[in-house]
């Protein structure tokens, strides 16, 4: 196919058999874990975890990114149609809260007819960089329950230094009101998201007002019981990090944020303790799963 899945658009020609593109993969999926995931928020996990689907690759590249072995270096396993469609349901048969589908957005065709016309017993959650086409976006309308989208950036320039995407916001913005069109307000059911989106934003060290943007759009845009929010505290510097990325984010630097976001009436979601900034919180990738 000639790629135009995401904003990128940069038409490559990505085939079952040959890699391309700004994400770097075929059409076909690639995957390099399949798990139970305890980490994901509260309202996604139930009692056993999260069905957990890490695809390979990823449209945004940020220089930053903890998942960078299958984001930017290419661990992970092809998997036919039919083969992900098994993956599905041996989550679901190890008591899987969700089908938690991570960086899915470039390989959306495979993962729409995987996913097939018949609705599964849990919800489907598409849990992507917020950098979406709104046109493929329409595609999942029906199958998809739970959005689960990052907002990044609130300005361009963070968004250019750190994923070369100065134009992330103008992207980002449409694409979590078409999730919003799609699912209305989120519904709860017994602590569990059955339907709706959840906006997730890391704080990056040194960019505070990034975040206040980020959450003042929030504020903005959606009334109190319309989506939840995720204020994240997770940062860690990756190696090779330099500058402000070379650090932690500070106690002010979080606390200041949560504040921000309470003054502004956001309430509905979560924040994160700052000990979840540890390398063992993300996975080992090793195909197991698959």
Not at 123 to 148: D, I
Not at 188 to 196: A, D, I, N, T, V
Not at 238 to 262: D, F, K, S, W
Request: hydrophobic share 35%; with cysteine.
């Amino acid at each position: 196919m000639t790629c135009t899945l995401c904003p990128r658009g940069c038409g490559a020609e990505r085939t079952s058999g040959r890699p391309g593109g700004v994400c770097g993969q075929p059409s076909l999926p690639v995957v390099a874990r399949a798990m139970l995931h305890q980490w994901e928020e509260p309202c996604l996990v139930g009692e056993h975890g999260a069905g957990t689907i890490f695809f390979s690759g990823c449209n945004l590249r940020c220089v930053f990114c903890q998942n960078k072995a299958i984001s930017q270096g290419g661990v992970g396993k092809p998997v036919s149609v039919s083969r992900l469609r098994e993956i599905f349901r041996e989550l679901i048969a190890q008591g899987a809260s969700c089908l938690d589908l991570v960086t899915p957005t470039h390989f959306a065709p495979a993962v729409l007819e995987a996913l097939g016309e018949n609705p599964w017993p849990v919800p489907v959650v598409w849990n992507c960089g917020g950098y979406e086409s709104v046109s493929a976006l329409r595609r999942l309308a029906g199958k998809v329950q739970v959005y689960l989208p990052d907002l990044k950036y609130a300005l361009p320039g963070p968004a250019g230094k750190y994923s070369a995407a100065p134009d992330y916001f103008d992207r980002a913005a449409p694409a979590i009101l078409e999730m919003f069109r799609q699912t209305g307000p989120y519904q709860m059911e017994s602590g569990q998201l059955q339907r709706g989106v959840l906006i997730r934003h890391l704080l990056l060290p040194g960019e505070l007002e990034n975040t206040r943007r980020v959450i003042d759009w929030v504020a903005e845009t959606f009334r109190p019981g319309e989506v939840l929010f995720s204020l994240m505290s997770q940062y860690t510097p990756q190696p090779g990090a330099a500058g402000p990325l070379a650090r932690h984010v500070t106690r002010a630097e979080y606390r200041a944020a949560v504040t921000y976001m309470e003054n502004c009436g956001v309430t509905d979601g979560y924040t994160q303790e700052r000990t979840s900034a540890k390398e063992e919180y993300t996975p080992d990738f090793n195909l197991s799963g698959v």
